[in-house]
């Protein structure tokens, strides 16, 4: 922001060329890189729209994740414990890992059913 100026004031002469601003209400943004991808969690996402254009503007929570790394959530991992019945929060992670994410997979090798 500029120094000295009331964010009314700001907002009136952004107004008067053109500029318009607004908030946008987001849970999540990924950004999907060649190598990696760049995870925000919790954003704030303003979009400014100017000449004919928009622009965001995000700020949160970040994370990067290696193309080809399986994102394993909480939740999965809790699932598979549940379904699985085991404890064991580091064996449902692995299983998940080696399922690929794949959750009544991971379930299956970890109750032993897989032939």
Same mark, same amino acid.
């Given at each position: +922001?500029?120094?000295?100026?009331?964010?009314?004031?700001?907002?009136?002469?952004?107004?008067? +060329?053109?500029?318009?601003? /607004?908030?946008?209400?987001?849970? !999540?943004?990924?950004?999907?890189?060649?190598?990696?991808?760049?995870?925000?969690? =919790?954003?704030?996402?303003? +979009?400014?729209?100017?000449?004919? /254009?928009?622009?965001?503007?995000? /700020? $949160? !929570?970040?994370?990067?994740?290696?193309? $080809?790394?399986?994102?394993? /959530?909480? =939740?999965?991992?809790?699932?598979? +414990?549940?379904?699985?019945?085991?404890?064991?929060?580091?064996?449902? !992670? &692995?299983?998940?890992?080696?399922?690929?994410?794949?959750?009544?997979?991971?379930?299956? &090798?970890? !109750? $032993? =059913?897989?032939?």
């Amino acid at each position: +922001m500029m120094p000295n100026i009331d964010p009314r004031q700001l907002k009136s002469m952004m107004d008067r +060329m053109g500029i318009r601003s /607004s908030e946008i209400d987001a849970e !999540r943004v990924v950004i999907e890189g060649k190598e990696k991808n760049i995870i925000i969690e =919790e954003p704030q996402v303003t +979009m400014i729209e100017a000449q004919g /254009s928009r622009t965001f503007q995000i /700020s $949160g !929570r970040i994370s990067e994740v290696e193309k $080809g790394a399986i994102e394993i /959530s909480e =939740e999965d991992v809790s699932m598979v +414990m549940e379904q699985a019945g085991i404890s064991d929060k580091e064996a449902a !992670r &692995k299983a998940l890992e080696e399922s690929n994410g794949n959750i009544a997979e991971a379930i299956i &090798k970890l !109750r $032993g =059913e897989d032939s």
